[in-house]
């Protein structure tokens, strides 16, 4: 992009809906049994009715249609040419040499709320910490983004509720804004939800390993969700996505895996169909104790470093030379500038 240089998400929209695949391999299902899990009458799980992952979509279309009615584009003049679709007047897009994502201009954004490291240090504008996971570039940003949390999202909240899932969300969100507030020091704005949803792709991982006894194909799901890592984070290599947004929701929403979504092992669910001999005394194993424990206090200390940094106006780069290329790696076909 031209002036919304930041923009989360782009390379998310695949991987994200292989992992909604992933997600639904662990749902307990009596007629069609996971090849992942241990089945047995007595392990079927309450089905939560999904609310909250629809909520948060239709949320994130209000904010864009909101975004695209206060940008009005046909009543500015534009250095870049005419609008786009203006046909929906005030609603058309900004020209596409300016935003080729189909949306506002990146003043509207950031009026709205986007990520802008000197208004939150130097303005006192924390609020954009949560803000701008609510925000999109366009409407191929937009889409993206929402296709991949209903596809992870909804698979989620039916296991897990909507209370857990919810949380997750929103912290991983505020976790991604953070490390990238940390790193970009840029005049560049930076808006999207997937530092959100890069969240649930995490703690799809550290369920995965905490609840690591009820699986049975394990290696296969384990490959499977490291693969969807892998890929995505890797896009976001390319310029014009912020990958320190993907990294701290996925660590984020990692480390709230283990803290959250822990599910009894497997003798505590047949305890009724065992023999008292074979039968167990506690809910959960100790290692997922051991888990929940760490997971939680990384995750205090990482919040409250993460923030003691921002509103310090600590430059992480300056901590961490070789930081920049995790973000973006120049090619002879691409720069990483502004």
Same mark, same amino acid.
């Given at each position: 992009?031209?002036?919304?240089?930041?923009?989360?998400?782009?390379?998310?929209?695949?991987?994200?809906?292989?992992?909604?695949?992933?997600?639904?391999?662990?749902?307990?299902?009596?007629?069609?049994?996971?090849?992942?899990?241990?089945?047995?009458?007595?392990? +079927?799980?309450?089905?939560?009715?999904?609310?909250?992952?629809?909520?948060?979509?239709? &949320?994130?279309?209000?904010?864009?249609?909101?975004?695209?009615?206060?940008?009005?584009?046909?009543?500015?003049?534009?250095?870049?040419?005419?609008?786009?679709?203006?046909?929906?007047?005030?609603?058309?897009?900004?020209?596409?040499?300016?935003?080729?994502?189909?949306?506002?201009?990146?003043?509207?954004?950031?009026?709205?709320?986007?990520?802008?490291?000197?208004?939150?240090?130097?303005?006192?504008?924390?609020?954009?910490?949560?803000?701008?996971?609510?925000?999109?570039?366009?409407?191929?940003?937009?889409?993206?983004?929402?296709?991949?949390?209903?596809?992870?999202?909804?698979?989620?909240?039916?296991?897990?509720?909507?209370?857990?899932?919810?949380?997750?969300?929103?912290?991983?969100?505020?976790?991604?804004?953070?490390?990238?507030?940390?790193?970009?020091?840029?005049?560049?704005?930076?808006?999207?939800?997937?530092? &959100?949803?890069?969240?649930?792709?995490?703690?799809?991982?550290?369920?995965?390993?905490?609840?690591?006894?009820?699986?049975?194909?394990?290696?296969? &799901?384990?490959?499977?969700?490291?693969?969807?890592?892998?890929?995505?984070? +890797?896009?976001?290599?390319?310029?014009?996505?912020?990958?320190?947004?993907?990294?701290?929701?996925?660590?984020?929403?990692?480390?709230?895996?283990?803290?959250?979504?822990?599910?009894?092992?497997?003798?505590?669910?047949?305890?009724?169909?065992?023999?008292?001999?074979?039968?167990?005394?506690?809910?959960?194993?100790?290692?997922?104790?051991?888990?929940?424990?760490?997971?939680?206090?990384?995750?205090? +200390?990482?919040?409250?470093?993460?923030?003691?940094?921002?509103?310090?106006?600590?430059? &992480?780069?300056?901590? !961490?030379?070789? !930081?920049?290329?995790?973000?973006?790696?120049?090619?002879?076909?691409?720069?990483?500038?502004?």
């Amino acid at each position: 992009m031209s002036n919304i240089d930041m923009e989360r998400g782009s390379g998310l929209r695949n991987g994200k809906g292989r992992g909604g695949g992933v997600g639904g391999q662990k749902e307990v299902v009596a007629a069609e049994p996971s090849p992942f899990y241990y089945h047995s009458d007595s392990m +079927a799980e309450r089905e939560w009715t999904p609310w909250i992952v629809p909520l948060f979509v239709a &949320a994130n279309v209000a904010f864009f249609v909101v975004a695209m009615y206060l940008n009005n584009c046909p009543a500015h003049s534009n250095f870049y040419g005419s609008c786009v679709a203006r046909f929906l007047h005030r609603f058309s897009f900004q020209p596409l040499h300016e935003n080729p994502l189909f949306g506002p201009s990146s003043s509207t954004l950031e009026k709205l709320g986007a990520l802008v490291w000197d208004r939150i240090v130097h303005q006192h504008q924390g609020w954009r910490l949560i803000t701008c996971i609510w925000l999109h570039a366009g409407v191929i940003h937009l889409l993206a983004n929402m296709l991949s949390l209903v596809f992870i999202g909804i698979r989620l909240e039916q296991q897990f509720g909507f209370v857990r899932i919810g949380i997750i969300y929103l912290l991983s969100g505020f976790g991604g804004s953070i490390l990238s507030t940390v790193f970009i020091r840029t005049n560049n704005i930076s808006v999207g939800a997937s530092g &959100a949803l890069f969240g649930l792709l995490g703690t799809m991982l550290s369920e995965l390993i905490t609840n690591w006894s009820i699986y049975t194909n394990k290696a296969a &799901a384990l490959f499977t969700l490291l693969a969807i890592t892998v890929i995505n984070l +890797a896009i976001g290599i390319l310029p014009h996505v912020d990958n320190f947004a993907h990294i701290g929701g996925f660590l984020s929403g990692f480390l709230l895996g283990f803290v959250m979504l822990l599910r009894p092992q497997f003798g505590w669910i047949e305890r009724h169909n065992l023999p008292a001999a074979s039968q167990v005394k506690s809910k959960h194993k100790v290692y997922q104790y051991v888990l929940c424990v760490i997971a939680l206090l990384l995750l205090i +200390a990482g919040f409250t470093v993460g923030l003691v940094m921002l509103f310090g106006g600590v430059n &992480a780069n300056d901590h !961490c030379k070789w !930081c920049h290329y995790i973000n973006c790696v120049p090619t002879s076909r691409w720069s990483c500038g502004n």
